[in-house]
Structure formats: C-alpha cells, structure tokens
C-alpha cells in the first residue's frame, strides 16, 4: 500500500505539473480539493481518471463513485488496489 | 482577472419562449427582426450593461470611431437578437440556408474511429451547427450549461431525437467530466464552448485582437489528454435567412509536451477566432470584460 502511495503521488505530480510541491509534502490524507488540501480542481480530476486508466486499466464510469475516490491520494489507493487490472 | 460573469442561460421565461415559439410557427421572422430592432433594442441599450462592454470592443480592438463603434453596437445587438428569434424559430421548424466551408475536414475525422473535439465560441449562432453538422456514425455529445430554461432544454431534446446528438450539462458534482471521457474514450464527438472560463478557473493567455485575453484551459485540455484531433466550428449569420458554418482544423504536434500541445491547440483556436471575429465583428457575443484593460 505504501508503495503504491508513493506511485500515485509521483504519477499525479507529474500528471499535474505540480513542480512546487516536493513528495514530502504530499500528505496522501490531505483532501485534494478546497483550499484547505492540495487545490485541484475538475480539470484536474479528469488527469487523475485518465492517469488512473492508463497505469492501472481502471475505468471509472459512474460519477457517483468519483467524489469518495478522489478525496484524498489514500482513498484513491484504496481504490485502485481492490479494482486494478494491472 | 477579467469578470466573466454570465447567466449561462436563454434570456427570458418559460412562458414567453413558449409564446415566442407559437408566434414563429405563424409570422415571418422578418417581422420579428424589426420588431425586436425597433422595440426591443433600444430598451436594451439603455438598462443594460452590454452596450458599453460592445462598445469598448469596436472602440479599442476593432479599432473604429465613436460613431461607428455607437452604429456597430446597435447593429451587434439587433444581430443577436435576431439570431435568438432564429433559434426559437428552428424549434417553430422553421428552415434556414446553411452553407458549410470545410466540411470535408468535419468528414475526415468523422471516418475515423477515434473520438474527436469541435471547439466553438460565442460568436455567430453554433446551435445551427448542431442541426446541420450530423454524423451516421459517431455521436456528437453537446456540452451545455446545466442552468438552461426548462423551455429550451425541452426543445432542444425534441429537435434532437432523431438524431445522434445529446446533451452533456456541466453539472457542479463534477458528472460531466466522466460523461466527456467516457465519450471520448468509446470514440464519440465532444462539442464545446472553449472562450468562456466555466467550472475550473485555470486559464491559458493568448494575444487576441491587440490584447491579452484569458482562455479555458479545460477544453485545450480534455482534446490533448488524449492526444484527440480538434476543430474549430464557428456559425456564421450571412444573411437574414442564411447562415455559413466554418469547420477549421485545429492543429498541434502530439509528440511533444502535454503543456506544448494545450499551447498550440489554444493557440490555433485563438488565430482561427481572430479571423472569424475580424471578418465578422458584430457577431462578437461575448458581453463581459473579455479583455482585462488593467494588464
């Protein structure tokens, strides 16, 4: 779990551009969204869904799901280790 | 930042889109058209603050007289209003002429089984667009503001239903996001607006018209994600009866960087705008700051 942690923030860092921001900083319980967390926003969730589809085989079709997966980089652990294909 | 404060929705009530649509399914729009550059406008430029905001835009980026920018501010009026009956008037199932320049590129991408963008702007009337620009086999998801008057939704659901177009609303739950890429990923065609900043703040800055403006990154964003193909679609009002409707490739290198890409894909669709807005610039609709003047 901690590995793929640490993957899911390297690979959303990336993904975002998010050079300010060092992996040790990267609280992975910090919301991701608001200005309280890391300050993404729906742009951004469309990075994650697509990063999520390439790395992992995961489709995230239901906008329901979306909100409790992407709360935080622990929850999407969570997540894509009880769902991924590879 | 400029204010970009818009309704996002048809002006009007229920009640009165309803009469509207009864009246055009009788009277010529002719008649309308005068009625509404004679009545309506007049009002309008008086109570509301768009006649200033056009104004500035013929005075400092199109660069014309007083006199001129007064006359083109009225005319960018009665223009709109017009291409508002128009609208309510294809739901009366009234017809217009519509010429397409460039649709073999529509064609082209069509064929393809990859999904593709069309990025259009709020200028002319792109609502033409979705009743003549249909494909056999690829949907085309329209993606409209979740606010839209019970009125028009209804109508445009019933234009709609014998074609393969539907609607994706930009909804604040963040659902349409999943809506476009799934469609994209199954193949399918994603229209949207890419000269309004809407949901994310997150802009690209381009030269536009002698000026900086401020663009959506979204739309730039969602086309490269996928290293997807993207067109320009700008509708045109010709004549009272007539429209043009300009489909434009929207190229970039899709080897290079994801930043390169929204850069030259924003900055292809900008360039394509320019020449659409300087060849027709009282069909330039965008009625807040567009430009921060401050910068």
């Not at chain 1, 991701?32 to 489709?59: A, H, Q, T």
């Not at chain 2, 998801?141 to 930009?170: H, P, Q």
């Amino acid at each position: 779990m901690e590995q793929l942690i640490n993957d899911l923030k390297l690979q959303i860092k990336e993904a975002l551009n998010l050079e300010e921001l060092s992996l040790e900083d990267f609280d992975e319980n910090a919301p991701l969204f608001g200005e309280e967390g890391i300050g993404l926003d729906s742009i951004d969730i469309l990075e994650i869904i697509v990063l999520l589809e390439k790395n992992y085989g995961i489709r995230l079709a239901n906008p329901k799901e979306g909100k409790a997966i992407f709360q935080s980089v622990k929850t999407i652990a969570e997540y894509v280790q009880a769902n991924r294909k590879k | 930042m400029a204010e970009q404060n818009w309704a996002g929705t048809t002006y009007g009530n229920n009640w009165m889109h309803k009469w509207l649509i009864r009246l055009l399914r009788f009277i010529d729009t002719r008649i309308l058209y005068l009625f509404v550059a004679i009545f309506i406008i007049p009002v309008c430029l008086i109570l509301n603050p768009s006649r200033g905001i056009a104004y500035r835009f013929f005075r400092k980026r199109m660069g014309y007289g007083r006199l001129k920018s007064a006359w083109k501010t009225y005319v960018n009026h009665c223009l709109f209003g017009q291409v508002v009956v128009d609208k309510f008037a294809m739901y009366a199932g009234k017809k217009f002429k519509v010429e397409i320049e460039g649709y073999e590129n529509f064609a082209r991408l069509a064929a393809k089984k990859e999904g593709f963008v069309q990025l259009s702007a709020h200028i002319g009337n792109y609502e033409i667009a979705g009743y003549t620009l249909v494909c056999e086999n690829k949907r085309i998801n329209a993606l409209v503001y979740a606010g839209e008057k019970e009125s028009v939704m209804r109508n445009r659901d019933k234009m709609f239903a014998d074609t393969n177009i539907s609607m994706i609303a930009i909804n604040p739950d963040m659902s349409h996001l999943f809506e476009i890429d799934k469609a994209l990923e199954e193949g399918e065609i994603v229209s949207m607006p890419a000269d309004r900043i809407s949901g994310s703040p997150k802009f690209i800055e381009h030269d536009f018209l002698g000026a900086k403006a401020r663009f959506p990154l979204g739309p730039f964003s969602v086309a490269t994600i996928r290293s997807l193909d993207a067109l320009a679609i700008n509708v045109m009002k010709t004549s009272l009866t007539s429209y043009k409707i300009y489909v434009t490739p929207l190229p970039y290198d899709k080897t290079t960087s994801r930043q390169e890409q929204i850069k030259q894909l924003s900055g292809a669709y900008v360039a394509e705008l320019e020449k659409r807005v300087r060849q027709y610039p009282t069909q330039w609709y965008n009625y807040f700051e567009f430009w921060n003047e401050n910068d």
